[in-house]
């Protein structure tokens, strides 16, 4: 199963948005299956796939919600449990993942996350609750084998997105191309490969989300723009610290390329 985390530490530039177009399309297209995680309190994930495609709250969802809530089968009763002992005992079947298609699976988030940071007895063990956690998925007999389980994360570096990002295979960073977007991509590789470390460090691959654009093409300032993000992971890649991580250039099928990928040699 791989493994793939959206995040950036700005929020709105697309991260739930991408996560979840990505697991419709590997489900849909590629047929793969898709298991999706919202980790996020915000729970803007959760929010949109309890509602049908006219914009109504979808009741089946919502039944099913209400459900994993009242049996404790929540992420959030997972990371408690987690936190507390083990997650002996915990079954990762169907009460816990809802199935939003035959081949695209969801865990949704709760609004008790915003609070874990401050009520953890030993934040320290959080770190591995997603390795853990990912082991019962992927050894429960009630769930399929995953192709892919793909990870929303919140504007911030929660225990959570630490407990991803030190087990996941690619890490994805969309950005929007302004004035602070060079800066802030800049600070977000170098403080994930602070954390990350020693953990090794997985492929990382920053892309463009809501380009301005005119007569299709992104306009001159937003080119600009993502040339200096480009400038920015160059720097991080050449920097001594991370020797083992190259840059390689994706044209993403367009003339002007507007993602790059860092990952280790
Ligand atoms: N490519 C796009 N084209 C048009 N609208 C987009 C695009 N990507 C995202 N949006 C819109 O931008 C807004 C923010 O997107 P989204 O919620 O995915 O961002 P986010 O990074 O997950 O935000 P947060 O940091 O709050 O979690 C949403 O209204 C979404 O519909
Ligand atoms: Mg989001």
Known sequence: M????????KGGVGKTTVTWCLGDVLSTYSR???ILFD???????????ALDAEGNSSGKFASWYENAAAHDKTIFSALRKFLETDL???QADNGFV?????????VPSTEQ??????????PGKGKFFIKNLLGKVENSGALPKYDYALFDCPPSFTMLSYSVLTSCDLILIPFNPD????????????????????????KLAVFANRARTYGGEPTKLARAWISDVRAACDNVSNQTSWRN????RKRSGKRRGNCCVLRGA
């Not at 791989?2 to 530490?9: G, L, Q, R, S």
């Not at 980790?39 to 796939?49: E, G």
């Not at 004035?179 to 403080?191: D, E, M, Q, T």
């Open 32 to 34: 793969s299956k898709v």
């Open 179 to 202: 004035f602070f977007a060079a800066k802030g991509v800049g600070l977000l590789i170098a403080g994930l490969r602070h954390r990350i470390q020693p953990h090794p460090i997985p």
């Open 2 to 9: 791989k493994t793939i985390a959206t995040i950036n530490f």
């Open 98 to 106: 809802f199935r939003l298609a035959e081949n695209y699976h969801f």
């Open 88 to 90: 002996t005992g915990f």
């Open 39 to 49: 980790l996020d309190a915000q729970m803007s994930l959760t929010q949109a796939i």
């Open 245 to 248: 991580l190259r840059t390689l």
């Open 113 to 122: 996350l915003y609070w874990l940071e401050l009520e953890a007895p030993d």
